[in-house]
T-cell receptor, first 113, second 113 residues
Framework: DAGVIQSPRHEVTEMGQEVTLRCKPISGHNSLFWYRQTMMRGLELLIYFNNNVPIDDSGMPEDRFSAKMPNASFSTLKIQPSEPRDSAVYFC???????????FGSGTRLTVV | DQQVKQNSPSLSVQEGRISILNCDYTNSMFDYFLWYKKYPAEGPTFLISISSIKDKNEDGRFTVFLNKSAKHLSLHIVPSQPGDSAVYFCAAHLTSGTYKYIFGTGTRLKVLA
């Protein structure tokens, strides 16, 4: 089991550009989560999917952020246009159930200059 | 509105001594709690959890205590080892039928050799 796979690991982009972050959950996990980590707010939930359907996107900061899960093995988080305040580490996580929590990916460190 | 708070951003402990990491929450509807550990450049990994019907859960060197009346939980690491140096996140689950967790801002633990 390769775990949750995120790409790219690092992304540096200029303000105003479109950024797409990618995630492959663990096979068989039916819930997927996108989190953002910042010093001030810790780990914030942006959006989560259950069986590929968005369930709660109340954490998405604004319309510049969008997320999709076209199938059970792939999800994207897109920021368009990007701004310097979007700079953070973005994590994807998946879970099949139980009380042992999510499995997180290694994250994408996004820097918007 | 931070429903899960970790008020100590950092903690330093001597090797072999006890590390105590604290977490406070505001929502009485949380039904279980988790601790995650995060090393640099890696995603958070699950460490230990506790149901709201219990007041203690132990796993090797790690023990989590829950005080529901005070809305407080703590993670004890005994004895502390240099490899325990990491950022520790407290997370809480709402009784909602979903796997949505709310995380605190994290505490950076440094165990000094």
């Amino acid at each position: 089991d390769a775990g949750v796979i995120q790409s790219p690991r690092h992304e540096v982009t200029e303000m105003g550009q479109e950024v797409t972050l990618r995630c492959k959950p663990i096979s068989g996990h039916n819930s997927l989560f996108w989190y953002r980590q910042t010093m001030m707010r810790g780990l914030e939930l942006l959006i989560y999917f259950n069986n590929n359907v968005p369930i709660d996107d109340s954490g998405m900061p604004e319309d510049r952020f969008s997320a999709k899960m076209p199938n059970a093995s792939f999800s994207t988080l897109k920021i368009q246009p990007s701004e310097p305040r979007d700079s953070a580490v973005y994590f994807c996580a998946s879970i099949i159930g139980g009380v042992n929590g999510y499995t997180f990916g290694s994250g994408t460190r996004l820097t918007v200059v | 509105d931070q429903q899960v708070k970790q008020n100590s951003p950092s903690l330093s402990v001597q090797e072999g001594r006890i590390s105590i990491l604290n977490c406070d929450y505001t929502n009485s509807m949380f039904d279980y709690f988790l601790w995650y550990k995060k090393y640099p450049a890696e995603g958070p990994t699950f460490l230990i959890s506790i149901s709201s019907i219990k007041d203690k859960n132990e796993d090797g060197r790690f023990t989590v205590f829950l005080n529901k009346s005070a809305k407080h939980l703590s993670l004890h690491i005994v004895p502390s080892q240099p490899g325990d140096s990491a950022v520790y996140f407290c997370a809480a689950h709402l009784t909602s039928g979903t796997y949505k967790y709310i995380f605190g801002t994290g505490t950076r633990l440094k165990v000094l050799a």
